[in-house]
T-cell receptor, first 111, second 110 residues
Framework: KNEVEQSPQNLTAQEGEFITINCSYS?????LHWLQQHPGGGIVSLFM???GKKKHGRLIATINIQEKHSSLHITASHPRDSAVYIC?????????????FGKGTKLSVKP | KAGVTQTPRYLIKTRGQQVTLSCSPI?????VSWYQQTPGQGLQFLFE???????NKGNFPGRFSGRQFSNSRSEMNVSTLELGDSALYLC?????????FGPGTRLTVL
């Protein structure tokens, strides 16, 4: 079993839909990252969370430390949101680059 | 501020050769981490450097090595290349636990 599990693996949505991507982890963490990777490979860090909720534009990330679960929500989805979304756990006590990655969720938003 | 840069962007090598990849972090960032991304294994942590010292290493064979210079630029080296080393190699510089990724070097081993 992977230490960081994401669901779903693939997601197709219509423009305007509300989208949720889930991430569960089995290790103790000090932070959890949500990353976005577009075709071609470039990765952008969307959020880093250690508790609660963060919002940036149409993106919302939440984390429940007790349940070892995080979600990424996209409101009013748009075709430009099509990308692979990856969650990555920073092990408790680990150095900041030592991340454990989920396998990613490939999102396709149709116009 | 300029972002993280990686050179070269694309590289083709043959089995048995060695390769050196370079990463220049964001100015002022002292931490550089390297990751390997393959279709089968996804993203995996290779190693992290901070102030010229390796701070952590992932579960990769000794053929994978790296170093960091006094200006925080980092290089990683893979010796005796194998077909399975074909991957996208990403580096990231970080500050305050926030990661900034470079565009990656796509290595193909023939």
């Amino acid at each position: 079993k992977n230490e960081v599990e994401q669901s779903p693996q693939n997601l197709t949505a219509q423009e305007g839909e509300f989208i949720t991507i889930n991430c569960s982890y089995s290790v103790g963490i000090s932070a959890l990252h949500w990353l976005q990777q577009h075709p071609g490979g470039g990765i952008v860090s969307l959020f880093m969370l250690s508790s609660g909720k963060k919002k940036h534009g149409r993106l919302i990330a939440t984390i429940n430390i007790q349940e070892k679960h995080s979600s990424l929500h996209i409101t009013a989805s748009h075709p430009r949101d099509s990308a692979v979304y990856i969650c990555a756990a920073l092990n408790y006590g680990g150095s900041q680059g030592n991340l454990i990655f989920g396998k990613g969720t490939k999102l396709s938003v149709k116009p | 501020k300029a972002g993280v840069t990686q050179t070269p962007r694309y590289l083709i090598k043959t089995r048995g050769q060695q390769v050196t990849l370079s990463c220049s972090p964001i100015s002022g960032h002292r931490s550089v981490s390297w990751y390997q991304q393959t279709p089968g294994q996804g993203l995996q942590f290779l190693f992290e450097y901070f102030s010229e010292t390796q701070r952590n290493k992932g579960n990769f064979p000794g053929r994978f090595s790296g170093r960091q210079f006094s200006n925080s630029r980092s290089e990683m080296n893979v010796s005796t290349l194998e077909l399975g080393d074909s991957a996208l190699y990403l580096c990231a510089s970080s500050a305050n636990n926030e990661q900034f990724f470079g565009p990656g070097t796509r290595l193909t081993v023939l």
